[in-house]
């Protein structure tokens, strides 16, 4: 099933995107300097990430134990 009618899997990759976007701007911050534009969704991502740090962490965290469990 794809990741858009399945809302677990939705919200895994709408979690790793994040992760991902934070670890790449925090790595290189050039590729992420652009705030419109296709690259912008990702810059949003990673201020997603950077802001929201704890709640994006407990939200991996939950999905790690979920995706483990369940």
Do not use: D
């Amino acid at each position: 099933m794809s990741a858009l009618f399945n809302f677990h899997s939705f919200l895994t990759v709408v979690l790793l995107v994040i992760c991902t976007c934070t670890f790449l701007k925090m790595q290189f911050p050039t590729i992420l300097e652009q705030k419109t534009g296709f690259r912008g969704f990702f810059w949003k991502a990673a201020r997603i990430g950077e802001r929201l740090s704890p709640w994006v962490a407990a939200g991996c965290l939950t999905m790690g134990v979920s995706i483990i469990f369940f």
